[in-house]
Every structure is written in structure tokens, then in C-alpha cells.
């Protein structure tokens, strides 16, 4: 998959690698003023963005973004050469942590940062939107930059997505969901509506190329092909990028799949609206934090967690986890194996019939309780002793916003 984009992200280089905050670290919350102006999802700057065209003035609000990226790259730079005399004080700060900016929400008047992939018009960017309507979104150029930006304090909260419905599964975030300790703390569902975008004048015939991320170049494939498109189908880092892209490069043989918010930032027009294979186009979005919300049993919540079946005894581990959840009536809504990294392969020999090799996994599985409930509680409890390997990713309240297929993004 190519990164195309110019846009100023965070990006891994400038996300310096420093312990967790919990290690002899002196790590303290971000100034407010480090990031202060950073893009921010709020239906005014979205009007302001509305005449952004590429190749015109740049609009304010992306020329303050430039300058906190360039910002934030000093202060990367500073902490780099810091690293290398051997101090360890993160410098991107200036308070010490508080006991509000432990809390799981911001408190009252303080806008919260939300770390997302992806660039502005990015569907990302507008499940940040949803889940906290007037946060500072703050666009990374990885998922894996997201989730260090919460670690090290950029950003409060990373949205990212994990599956849909017609896609489905987004494998690498289960992967970065163990790789990291950040917290599931929230999901957005986002009905995701796809527009086919080229630069203006530019017709179906002139297009050999089609670019976008992955999933939305999957969720579109039968509509672009009845739509007589030929042209070559190219995977990106991000819808938006892509429509991003194709602004900047001035290119007139491609066309991107993005939103039609992404068309407004960029420049671009709407050559075909809709062009999801299905209307009831739906992805799902989990929201990730430092610290774990404190679950309850007043709304629905959600629990995700991920196991590792003892040595040579995955399907039966298996069916006795779904059992322990079957028996006590618990939902289960999601359930997904990826390889287990540190332990991809398991090796059978017999003597007579030569070498097996068995694939061992891991499964990620989401059920429809709260670790608040002693039903939960126990079923957890007897999964443990299934298992070689137990971890609670989060226990959440469920996204129950009424079901409104394909809306506009
Ligand atoms: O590329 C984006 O805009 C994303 O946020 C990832 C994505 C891609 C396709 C559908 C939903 C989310």
C-alpha cells in the first residue's frame, strides 16, 4: 500500500519513543497551546473548509495546522536531541499531570484531542466527530502513530477503525490493539456513504486509475465495475489522502473513493454519489484511551477481550470459551482469529505420516455485557482456566445512536 499524502500529519518520525508514563519517566500532560491549532471538527471550520480549493489560497485553518505540526516537530526535534544527552524529561510539556487529566473525560470547557489516521475528510476524522462533536482531531499517517500519540500525551483519545460490514475486519488494529495498553473506552458505528471523486472536468473515460484505502475500494467494487470502470483499482493509506493526492499532483487519469466532505476540502467534484455496494454501509470504530472506564450496568456496555488457547488444544478451548458465554445467555457480536505472533506454528510429528504443522491463533472475541455484571464476571472467570492467555481490551458503553443507512459523511 502506498502513503501518498503531503498532508502535515504526526508521523512515527516525529513521535519521539520514550517509556510509558507509568516508568521513572517524568511525563506530564501537553500545554494546551502546543496543539491549540490543530484541525478541529466543528461544523464552522467544516463551512470555512467548504472553499478550500488545493490549488488556490490556503485557508487559515490549514496554515495554523501546518504551523502546530511545525510546532510539535521542533519540540520532536528538541526532545531528540535531549534523547541523545542522555535526558529522559519529555519536552513537549509544560505542567505537571494533574488529577484531571486523569480523568476519562476532559473536564468541563476543555476541548479534547482526538489522534485518528488519515488526513481531514478522512471517515476517521468524522467518527472523532461523532464520538466528541468539538474535538480537536488530530491527524496521524499511521494507525500505529495514533496510538503513540495517546501514550505520550499528543492526544487524549485515538479513533480507529476495527471492521465493516461489508469489508470486514481491519486486522492491523487487532494486531496494534496487543501491541499496545491503551484502553477500549468507547465504539462509534459510522454509516459510511462513498462518493467517486476527480479533479473538476475530468469524465469516467479519462480514468485509469482508481484510488483509496483498501476497505472502501472493497465496500465499492461492484458498483465502480457496473459503473464501466476499467481502470485499475490502487490501495492507499486513506480515503482522503487519496482525494488529497489527486489535488496536489493535478492528476486527471485518476479518481479517488472518498467522502463528499473530502471533495469540498480538496477541490474536487463528485463524479458518481453513493458507490457503496451496500446502502446499509456501516463501519465500526473503537475509541482508545490511557486509563479504562469505570464500567456499568445503568445503559448497554460491551466488553472486548482477546485469549490464546492452551498448546494444542485450540478448538476445543474455543468451544469451551463459547460455551461459558452460550450458558449464561451472553451475546456475542464479534468474533476474529489472527496468527499468534510469538507463537505462529506449532509442530506435530508422527513417527509414520511425517510432520503437521498446525496455524495457532489468537481470537478476539466482543460480547454484549458489562464487567460490571456477575454474569460477566464468571464467564470470564471460567474462560481463564480454558485459556494460556486472558486480556480485557475494554468494557464500554455500546453505540446505540438510531440506525440511519448512508448518510452523508
Ligand atoms: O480512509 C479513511 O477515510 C478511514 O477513516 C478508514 C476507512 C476507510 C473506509 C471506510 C471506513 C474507514
Not at 103 to 114: D, E, F, K, Q
Not at 216 to 223: I, K, N, P, R
Request: with cysteine.
Amino acid at each position: 500500500m502506498q502513503s501518498l499524502t503531503p498532508y502535515p500529519r504526526v508521523s512515527l518520525k516525529s513521535v519521539i519513543r520514550t517509556n510509558s508514563p507509568s516508568s521513572t519517566n517524568r511525563v506530564v500532560a501537553p500545554s494546551r497551546r502546543v496543539v491549540k491549532s490543530a484541525y478541529r471538527f466543528d461544523s464552522a471550520s467544516a463551512v470555512a473548509n467548504a472553499d478550500f480549493k488545493f490549488a488556490g489560497d490556503v485557508g487559515s485553518t490549514r496554515a495554523d495546522w501546518q504551523s502546530t505540526c511545525a510546532i510539535l516537530a521542533g519540540k520532536v526535534a528538541l526532545q531528540q536531541k535531549d534523547a541523545v544527552k542522555g535526558h529522559k524529561t519529555l519536552d513537549i510539556v509544560s505542567k505537571p499531570v494533574t488529577i484531571s487529566d486523569l480523568l476519562p473525560a476532559p473536564i468541563h470547557g476543555s476541548t479534547i484531542r482526538v489522534a485518528y489516521q488519515g488526513v481531514p475528510g478522512a471517515y476517521s476524522e468524522a467518527a472523532a466527530g461523532k464520538a466528541y462533536p468539538n474535538c480537536e482531531a488530530i491527524p496521524c499517517d499511521q494507525f500505529e502513530v495514533a496510538f503513540q500519540a495517546v501514550e505520550l500525551w499528543i492526544a487524549d483519545r485515538a479513533v480507529l477503525p476495527v471492521e465493516n460490514s461489508l469489508g470486514g475486519s481491519i486486522h492491523r488494529n487487532y494486531d496494534l490493539l496487543l501491541r499496545h495498553n491503551l484502553h477500549i473506552v468507547g465504539e462509534v458505528q459510522l454509516p459510511v456513504h462513498h462518493c467517486l471523486l476527480a479533479l473538476p472536468g475530468v469524465t469516467a473515460e479519462h480514468l485509469t486509475r482508481v484510488i483509496s484505502h483498501p476497505q472502501a475500494l472493497s465496500q465499492c467494487e461492484h458498483t465502480l465495475t457496473q459503473l464501466g470502470l476499467a481502470a485499475a483499482r490502487e490501495a492507499v493509506d486513506d480515503t482522503a489522502g487519496a482525494a488529497e493526492f489527486i489535488a496536489t499532483k493535478n492528476l486527471r487519469d485518476t479518481a479517488a473513493v472518498a467522502s463528499s466532505r473530502a471533495a469540498e476540502l480538496y477541490g474536487l467534484e463528485i463524479l458518481a454519489d453513493g458507490v457503496q455496494d451496500d446502502s446499509s454501509n456501516v463501519t465500526r470504530f473503537v475509541v482508545l484511551a490511557r486509563e479504562p472506564v469505570v464500567p456499568r450496568t445503568d445503559r448497554p456496555f460491551k466488553t472486548s477481550v482477546v485469549f490464546a488457547a492452551p498448546d494444542g488444544e485450540g478448538m476445543s478451548a474455543l468451544f469451551k470459551v463459547l460455551s461459558s458465554f452460550a450458558f449464561r445467555n451472553i451475546n456475542l457480536t464479534k468474533i476474529e482469529s489472527r496468527p499468534h505472533r510469538n507463537q505462529p506454528i506449532r509442530v506435530v510429528e508422527d513417527g509414520e505420516s511425517g510432520t503437521a504443522k498446525h496455524f495457532e491463533y489468537l481470537y478476539y472475541v466482543d460480547f454484549e455485557a458489562s464487567m460490571a455484571e456477575a454474569n460477566a464476571q464468571n464467564a470470564l472467570a471460567e474462560v481463564r482456566e480454558f485459556t494460556s492467555f486472558l486480556r480485557v481490551l475494554g468494557s464500554y458503553p455500546m453505540d446505540m445512536t438510531p440506525w440511519c443507512p448512508s448518510k452523508r459523511a
